[in-house]
């Protein structure tokens, strides 16, 4: 839920390796000895479609945007927990395509009340870091990072400020009053959003990226 308009990752499209392994392999000279994993999330569908409603709106991120996600592993051992963890998604992505396998799946999940500890939640913490590569060649870095449950803090944090945000600062919110139909946080909360995350103890940081590039 970054502040919109600044597109977290911004690659040149090129013949060859598909996009998301070309930025891996980019990002980890950034980041020595790390592995990336391609994460299979909600957020590129969304960042995508804010991509596509930002160019309708004629505020486009760019011609050649692109943005994946991924989770990094450090360590010795960084590769071997790369590819566990692949396998471990993929064998649960396709028992989630079957009944059988969604079952099973809710029989092991908890039950409604159970969950992590009160202290679990408040020893929690996440962190995303953003790097993006500008068309002029330059290299920025944003972050969203927060202390608490990632689930079950900071999730229900940014869900209850973007409640906040319709009801309270309607009029300032970029989604209103003429935009309408299926819009994401940053078409439709924008910088509101940001103001407020941050205000609840959210960290976000995002640079300046001048238009164009």
Known sequence: MAA???PPCITRRRKGKPGAIRLARTISRHVPSAEQLLFPTMTPPSVRRSARLFEQWQESYGPRFEYHEFARFTGPLAAAKAWRATVTLGVLGLMLRW???RTLAAKLAPSPGEGPSEVAMNAGW???EFVGFTEDGQTVNGLIAGLGDPGNRSTVRMVCE???AL???EAELPGFPAR???LTPATALGDVLA???RSAGITIRVPDVPAGR
């Open 99 to 101: 009944q059988a396998g």
């Open 4 to 6: 919109p308009r600044r």
């Open 195 to 197: 103001r407020r995350l």
């Open 167 to 169: 009801a309270l600062n």
């Open 126 to 128: 996440f962190r995303a």
């Open 162 to 164: 973007s409640a906040l």
């Open 180 to 182: 309408g139909g299926v």
